[in-house]
């Protein structure tokens, strides 16, 4: 009856009509989202349009990338709200309500708030995808599809690790870490352009560390059917994305020290 | 063998400790000088099934580090604790599907939501079956009387009917053990009667067993058969109010109406406690001068228009108990 999936969607389903009580709010939030984060990407295309390509890479290639990663992000940050705003549920003893109910934290947290006004960002997300899909050369196969998707997929769970991380240090700190921004939201920066454009310490950072080129930049180069200029064997592009999903695995193992942390010192 | 045993529960919180001042900050982000607090300093006590236990204490005694621990939520030092076979910390999720808590201070409804929407949650969250929700849910609203309240979204309602909302939806799994933190704290007269009254039935009636932490004496003694108080992270007294008023004190007061405002009034076995115009307050030892004869010896000597005895209230009791234990104010609650 009621497993996890089912109560996520009950979750996700009262969240939604919570929402929906505020309905002009909801309708402009969106609108709002969708203009700032088009204007983004309408940064990117002034600077394909004046130059015509940079450092080998045309604008519907970079648009993939570009794509990929937002379209990952915003369904992150639609089902991973909880975790954004974890730090003020420790201090005003939310999470302690969480605790006391007979379900897993991270399927509650996860529940808590399923935020519509990301699809402003899904949109852009995925009009900027479907611009690179058509305006490129992309030789379209379905392995290639399936990579897209499954990328993105992976996309999903490394960033949410990267929520699930930066709630963790809330155990310890109380403040949401500011230092964390920089990794989500730089991530976030990072991962929509090439790699070859970084110095190689910076593309060592979110290859290994924060492993975001894994799900954008090396499954993104197969389906453009481009040569890897950095040296990776080809099919790094195929198993790259797979470092999305343990990554949100190691997230969610720190997450259980941090729960065992904040069970012991009660702060 | 009772519901709940705790035996010698330890726990200890580092504190930071921090100059004052601006300084003090920036000196406490580079060194923090840490203290550490006994917020249980072994306690033991033991609740048997169907037990209406108030648990009381002044602000940072530890009440609610002990109801954490009891809950589940917090893992003690040392000690031994077991609440209906299990040790709650061990395995929370099998625990806290048996224990219901509600928290006078904070809601666990959502707040957008009409109430009814949040009963459902609960079901799915608790995983009632259909057939026992509907039961749950329809005793509840007959109860509490919330049929008139069920659309309503949460962040609609006054206070009085959140906490009678709250009550419900702590309620529909059914649980065997009932955590009430300052169930009636801010409520009108009505509400605060309509919640104690669910309380005492809730208990007399279904054989829930109910712990009960509250600032509000009246609670206490409308409610409960049992009281522990905690000061300092130590138990002071565990037994029935008559119990913890004949720990602290003997004292009687006895309350005069003089005809004459300014007469004085000199009784060598009774003292003045407070005085307002012709109306005096005499507090003594039933056990060094008889009620009767002190009533005797007051009425033969001053012109008398009312008179009547009456045991200090218990808010007295209790603040003498804290005080004798260097209680008031022991600090900040974790």
């Known amino acids: 009856m009621a497993g996890a999936f089912g109560l996520y969607r009950a979750y996700a389903a009262a969240s939604i009509r919570s929402q929906l009580s505020y309905r002009a709010s909801l309708v402009m939030t969106t609108i709002g989202i969708f203009l700032v984060t088009a204007s983004e990407f309408v940064a990117v295309w002034a600077l394909f349009d004046r130059f015509g390509q940079v450092r080998g890479w045309t604008l519907p290639e970079a648009a993939l990338l570009y794509g990929m990663s937002s379209v990952s992000w915003a369904v992150c940050d639609a089902i991973g709200r909880g975790f954004d705003v974890f730090g003020d549920m420790v201090k005003t003893g939310g999470f302690d309500r969480l605790l006391l109910r007979p379900r897993s934290t991270v399927l509650q947290l996860l529940g808590q708030d399923f935020t519509l006004r990301r699809f402003g960002r899904l949109a852009q997300g995925l009009l900027v995808l479907g611009y690179a899909a058509v305006a490129g050369t992309i030789d379209w196969t379905v392995g290639r599809a399936v990579l897209l998707a499954g990328a993105i997929a992976c996309g999903v769970c490394a960033f949410l690790g990267l929520l699930v991380l930066q709630a963790t240090s809330a155990f310890w700190t109380i403040d949401k870490l500011e230092v964390w921004n920089a990794f989500t939201y730089g991530g976030l920066t990072m991962s929509r352009y090439p790699l070859p454009l970084y110095r190689p310490w910076f593309r060592a950072v979110f290859i290994f560390v924060i492993p975001l080129a894994c799900v954008t930049y090396f499954p993104g180069v197969v389906i453009l059917g481009r040569a890897e200029p950095l040296g990776a064997p080809a099919i790094a592009g195929w198993l790259a994305p797979l470092a999305g999903p343990a990554f949100l695995a190691l997230g969610l193992q720190v997450w259980r020290i941090g729960i065992r942390h904040y069970r012991s010192t009660g702060s | ?334």
């Open chain 2, 1 to 334: 063998m009772p519901q709940i045993v705790v035996e010698q529960l330890v726990k200890t919180y580092q504190v930071a400790e921090r100059a004052p001042g601006l300084w003090g900050a920036l000196r406490g982000l580079v060194r923090r000088k840490h203290r550490t607090v006994r917020a249980l300093d072994g306690i033991s006590f033991a609740i048997e099934r169907g037990e209406l236990v108030g648990y009381i204490g002044p602000n940072g005694a530890g009440k609610s580090t002990t109801v954490k621990a009891l809950s589940g939520i917090l893992v003690p030092d040392s000690g031994r604790c077991e609440v209906a076979g299990r040790v709650p910390w061990q395995q929370r999720i099998a625990h806290v599907a048996q224990i219901g808590v509600v928290f006078g201070q904070r809601t666990q409804l959502w707040w957008d939501l009409p109430v009814i929407e949040s009963f459902e949650l609960l079901r799915d969250i608790y995983r009632v079956p259909p057939d026992r929700y509907a039961r749950a849910r329809d005793q509840m609203i007959g109860l509490l009387d919330l049929a008139p309240l069920l659309d309503v979204p949460v962040r609609q309602l006054s206070l009085g009917q959140r906490m009678r909302c709250d009550l419900a939806a702590a309620l529909l799994h059914e649980p065997a053990i009932l955590f009430l933190d300052e169930p009636t704290i801010g409520l009108d007269a009505p509400s605060k009667l309509a919640v104690r009254d669910f309380i005492q039935r809730l208990n007399r009636d279904r054989g829930v067993t109910v712990i009960l932490t509250t600032h509000d004496m009246d609670d206490i003694e409308a409610l409960c058969t049992r009281v522990m108080v905690i000061a300092g992270g130590k138990i002071l007294s565990d037994g029935t109010l008559a119990a913890l008023r004949g720990q602290v004190t003997r004292e009687r007061w006895l309350t005069v109406d003089l005809a004459s405002a300014d007469a004085a009034i000199d009784e060598p076995d009774a003292t003045v406690i407070r005085r307002d115009g012709g109306r005096v307050c005499l507090a003594f030892d039933p056990q060094a001068v008889a009620p009767a004869e002190l009533i005797r010896r007051v009425t033969s000597r001053h012109a008398v228009r009312d008179l009547f005895v009456e045991n200090p209230p218990i808010e007295t009791i209790v603040a003498r108990l804290y005080a004798a234990h260097g209680g008031g104010e022991a600090g900040s609650e974790p």
